[in-house]
Every structure is written in C-alpha cells, then in structure tokens.
C-alpha cells in the first residue's frame, strides 16, 4: 500500500472539473482554475497544485466567491480594465489577455487592472501567459495587511507578491514570482502545526517584538523582505495595485475579510510590455544581449530563477502523470461524493 | 577658520554653471546637471551634491562624455525613444520628459527609453521630475558588472538601483530609490579608505568566498541585497533597462569601460502612468487611500522612504544656504582658475 496517489494529467484535469463544477462553478471559471491547479502541481509547487481545490470549494461553499463573467472594458489606448465582479481573478485575466496583449503590440506597453476579485493563485502562471504572447509581463498584488513596514510593528502592507516574465527565443521565459515579505506566511503556519520555531527576520510579535515563536508571529506581524528596499517595493505594490486601479489596500482587504480568513479580496494589476516594438527590427540582436546575461548566470554555477520549476515540469511532461498524497487525493474525492 | 562654506542657493547655482561651462558644458547640458546637483546638496545627499563637480569635469577632461543634443523620437504611441549620444542622460531625460507626460496622459502608461547615455545621479530627481507632472515614475538603470547574481561567485549585474514615485494631492511625492545590490559600491570605497571592516553579506573576495575586507571586496564581486529576490530583481533591471530598450547590460558597459573606471555608459528606462487616466472620475476618492496606506506607516512611528531628505530640503530652502567642505569648495574652485 501507497501513501500517495499517481495520476495521469488528463484524470487529474478531469477530477478538478468535476471537483469545481460540481460544487457549483460555472464551466468557464472551472476552466481557467484548472489550467492554473495543473500548472502549479506540473511544476511541483504543491501548494498552488490540487491541493487548492480544497480551497475554492470551501470558498465558495462559505458564500465568499462568485460565478460571474468579468467585464472587460476598454478604458484608455494603454488600459484593459477588467472587472471580476466578485469572482476569481483568473477569468478576468483570460478575457482581458488578448485585448492587453493587442495593445502592448499597438502602444509598446500596457497595462491589464482587474478590480474586485478573489486572489488565490500564484502570479507567475500570469506572467507566463504573458510571455507565451511574447510580451514581456509584470504582475503584481496586496493581500491581508499581515506585514509591518521596515522600522514599524503593525500589519499594514500584504505579502504583495512582484512576478516578471522575459519571453525567450527558444524554451521557457525567463520568470520570478516572490513575495516582498521575508517569507510566505504559509511557511509560518507550517512552522506553527509542527511546533517549531521560526528563524528571526521573519516575524513581530504583537507587542513589536522580534520573535521566533510561529504562534506568536501568526498573532504579531510579518517583516518584508530586505530591510527598508522589500519594505518600499511592497509599499509600491500596494499603491500600483491598490489606489492606482481604485481597488482595495492590504489594510481594507484585511478589513473587510473581517476575520472569517477567507481568500485576500482585491485587485491586481498586470503590465505587457512588447519588446519587438521597443527593439524594432533588431529584436534578435538584443534579446541575444539577454541570453548573454543568462548564460553568465547559469555559467558560474547560480540557478536562474523558475529553474527547478522548469525541471520540475519536463520530469511530468515526460512521465505524463502526477502525484499527490493519497489523503489529499480522498479529500479531494469527497468533496463531490 | 571654519572647515567648511556656507553659500546661497544662487551662488551654489552660479558655481556650479560657471564649472561646467568653463569645462566645455553646453549651457544646455550644464543647466540640467547644475539643477540636479542642486536637488541632491539642497536635499543632503552629499555625494550626489556639489562633490558631483569633481566627477562631471574630470570625466569631460577624459573626452569620454559628449555635449550632444539629444535625439526626441516618438517611437509607438507608448513610447518616446531619447538617444543621449554619448552625453550625460539629463538632457535626454529633460527633452523627453514632455511628451512622456503627454503620451502617459493619452494612453494611461507610457515609457521613456534613454540610450547612449553616462548616467551619474540618483535616479529620484528623475522620478520626482515625473511625479511632479502628477504622474507615477518608474526608472531604472544598470552600470558596471560589480555583482553577482544569488548563488554566484562573479559581477554579473549592476548596482541597478530602481526609483519609484507617486504623486500626492499635498506636499512632496512618495519616493524611493534604491540599489538593487545589498549597498552602494561607494560604501565599500569608504570603508576601504578608512582601513575598515565591511559587514558580512555586503561582498565576495575573487575567490568567490564571502569577505569583510573592503580591498578584497573592491576586487572580488558584491552582492544583491535580500538573496535571491533582490537578485531577481537586479535581473529584471538588466533586461528592461539593456536589451529591452537596445541598449548595453552592465557586463557590456564594463567592458566597454576597459577597466578605465569611468561613469558607466548604458540606457535607461522610464515609465509614466496617469492615475487620473487609470482612476477616471473617482482620483481623489482612490488618492485618499493611498494617503490612509502613509497615514497607517507613519503613524506606528516607521519612517516613509525619502522622509529625510525632505526634512533637509525644507532646512535647506528655509535658510536659503547650502553647506560643504571648505576642500571641496578648493577643489570646486580650482578647475576653472
């Protein structure tokens, strides 16, 4: 007998359908989450992967999440609004992409801003979407206000992840996705079940303290990363996703969740960039540049980022199946016997 | 005797024109970097202040930076290409600025692409130039191969210091701007010339294993502040201020340099967003929020990015005088007697 559970992608396609639809997503967002739960568990980031229907369904099972269709609008030469109406982002970016990636093409750079939505999934997926169009991509959004500013104590920024995609001439884009605070708060809360301590930097208690208590980290609040710089970067993301597309800060987020500790409802903004227009007829020329600098990178032994992501996702590719953790697998299962 | 001079903003100014000039300036180039040079001694940033004269004439004396005019073109309706050819970027940046402004203004985003330019300021003059426009800025630069990537042994990236301003309703912009490596390389220089220990983190030797010699930090590679996230960060620098806008990565004006020591000589990118494009009807309701985001910072006693500078420009403009080393205004003084 096994502890885990090997699937084929298209059975685990398939159980993620049935998993949403049947608890009452509408076949077009259970599209788009799928395509996004199979990415995360390709690439072995487990907990982006199946493990987040867990998630959504009892997101929407509490009422929190909406089935509805995105409303894209045009709103500047430079600007896709879309409007999630009180769903999943994900959709919201699907509809929008084309427009965006158009007007990229068109303006040289521009920007996609999903307002009033649920946010669970990992950005660079997004990004990724980004530069399969072969646009260069920037994603970023707040969350709960969880993370003191550098040199304060109290929880007023998100985790405000920042993902880039570098589309590359051949294979997979060049691509991170971190959050700008020390770390990601499910890292604590992994710390807190097992019982054990949390190494300083990550984390105030809630008296402004520095801890290396998980429990008292979770009740306290989390530092960005990198001093006052991952300090201002998250400032900026909170701005630019927040105030600038008229949506929710980490602190109304975090308000408006009202302790229920559902999923960080807010928006997200999204940047497409075209490098044939920036770099006209000496496209080849330049992106030569940027091979250049990642061979000097990869040359002297450091890891590009999404590396092991990438391994990661040629190792399933080749097999054609995935595995999961046989519990999670009747967990998953239950949720529509 | 004092060791140091007190002088009038005016004749600060008339000093400073009055050394470019005689150095072979055009009156043009000399405004611009007269101005700049202004903010940063008016603001306290001495090492972007009058000291800057030093570095301006001695790189004119070595012919290597140009008194070209730059070149405008309107190069996509989201793009204003500003060829430097060969001068000092602030030129470029003052040309281009207008229809950057004008262009953020239709579109909702916009970008600025400078090349062939020296680059020897900070870059929040230049944000603050954009945000005074009632815009949001974006810039970034690479410079000299001086670090290496997370991971690595060898200078792979620059300093990439990334700027980032948001206008407010009142008083001065939200600014920040910092360096993509853990610390300036002029600290190491410091710490090198008083015969002093650097922190850990700051730097490899060129064997690669981590040093608090400063010499052999000045000759081995620094490093990127925040791991491998500042790291990231540094890359997407590279590639959106190199080879997205034509221009060279730090590896290339390294060697272009020829071990000369010089200003690096690259590109730059800059990007302009009109929040009252993004936030239509409803800017004041939305720029209140991002006032709650600084009220919320400054409020638990943490400090908003660029305060201190602020508070010296305020010093600065209420007794009409700027400060330095009676040195420093010798060696001013000496390069037009």
Same mark, same amino acid.
């Given at each position: 007998?096994?502890?885990?559970?090997?699937?084929?992608?298209?059975?685990?396609?398939?159980?993620?359908?049935?998993?949403?639809?049947?608890?009452?997503?509408?076949?077009?967002?259970?599209?788009?989450?799928?395509?996004?739960?199979?990415?995360?568990?390709?690439?072995?980031?487990?907990?982006?992967?199946?493990?987040?229907?867990?998630?959504?369904?009892?997101?929407?099972?509490?009422?929190?999440?909406?089935? &509805?269709?995105?409303?894209?609008?045009?709103?500047?030469?430079?600007?896709?609004?879309?409007?999630?109406?009180?769903?999943?982002?994900? !959709?919201?970016?699907?509809?929008? $992409?084309?427009?965006?990636?158009?007007?990229?093409?068109?303006?040289?750079?521009?920007?996609?801003?999903?307002? =009033?939505?649920?946010?669970?999934?990992?950005?660079?997926?997004?990004?990724?979407?980004?530069?399969?169009?072969?646009?260069? *991509?920037?994603? +970023?959004?707040?969350?709960?206000?969880?993370?003191?500013? =550098?040199?304060?104590?109290?929880?007023?920024?998100?985790?405000?992840?920042?993902? @880039?995609?570098?589309?590359?001439?051949?294979?997979?884009?060049?691509?991170?996705?971190? &959050?700008?605070? &020390?770390?990601?708060?499910?890292?604590?809360?992994?710390?807190?079940?097992?019982?054990?301590?949390?190494?300083?930097?990550?984390?105030?208690?809630?008296?402004?303290?520095?801890?290396?208590?998980?429990?008292?980290?979770?009740?306290?609040?989390? $530092?960005?990363? *990198?001093? =006052?710089?991952?300090?201002?970067?998250?400032?900026?993301?909170?701005?630019?996703?927040?105030?600038?597309? *008229?949506?929710?800060?980490?602190?109304?987020?975090?308000?408006?969740? &009202?302790?229920?500790?559902?999923?960080?409802?807010?928006?997200?903004?999204?940047?497409?960039?075209?490098?044939?227009? @920036? +770099?006209? %007829?000496?496209?080849? =020329?330049?992106? %030569?540049?940027?091979?250049? !600098?990642?061979?000097?990178?990869?040359?002297?032994?450091?890891?590009?980022?999404?590396?092991?992501?990438?391994?990661?996702?040629?190792?399933?590719?080749?097999? *054609?199946?995935?595995?999961?953790?046989?519990?999670?697998?009747?967990?998953?299962?239950?949720?529509?016997?």
């Amino acid at each position: 007998m096994t502890d885990n559970v090997s699937l084929t992608l298209d059975d685990a396609r398939a159980l993620s359908l049935r998993t949403l639809i049947g608890n009452g997503f509408s076949e077009a967002h259970a599209e788009v989450i799928t395509a996004t739960i199979l990415a995360g568990q390709r690439d072995e980031c487990h907990s982006h992967g199946l493990y987040r229907l867990l998630v959504c369904v009892a997101t929407r099972r509490a009422g929190k999440v909406s089935n &509805a269709e995105p409303l894209i609008s045009d709103a500047a030469p430079g600007l896709v609004r879309a409007d999630a109406r009180g769903a999943y982002s994900l !959709l919201a970016l699907a509809r929008g $992409l084309p427009l965006l990636a158009q007007k990229a093409r068109t303006q040289g750079v521009a920007a996609l801003a999903i307002n =009033h939505c649920y946010h669970f999934s990992a950005l660079w997926p997004e990004v990724e979407a980004i530069a399969a169009e072969g646009l260069v *991509g920037l994603a +970023m959004t707040p969350s709960h206000a969880w993370v003191a500013p =550098h040199g304060g104590t109290k929880g007023v920024f998100g985790t405000n992840p920042l993902a @880039f995609a570098w589309p590359r001439p051949q294979g997979e884009p060049f691509v991170f996705d971190f &959050a700008t605070s &020390a770390v990601a708060r499910g890292e604590i809360e992994l710390h807190r079940r097992a019982g054990k301590p949390i190494p300083e930097g990550w984390a105030l208690d809630s008296d402004g303290q520095p801890t290396t208590d998980a429990e008292a980290a979770m009740a306290g609040a989390m $530092l960005p990363f *990198g001093g =006052h710089k991952g300090s201002a970067l998250s400032a900026m993301i909170e701005l630019m996703a927040g105030p600038l597309i *008229g949506d929710f800060l980490s602190l109304e987020s975090y308000a408006y969740d &009202a302790g229920q500790g559902a999923t960080p409802y807010h928006g997200e903004l999204l940047l497409a960039i075209d490098p044939e227009t @920036f +770099m006209g %007829g000496s496209y080849s =020329h330049h992106s %030569g540049r940027a091979e250049a !600098l990642f061979d000097a990178i990869v040359g002297q032994g450091a890891r590009l980022a999404s590396q092991r992501r990438y391994e990661a996702r040629k190792q399933t590719h080749a097999s *054609g199946r995935v595995t999961i953790p046989s519990k999670l697998y009747q967990d998953i299962r239950a949720l529509t016997d």
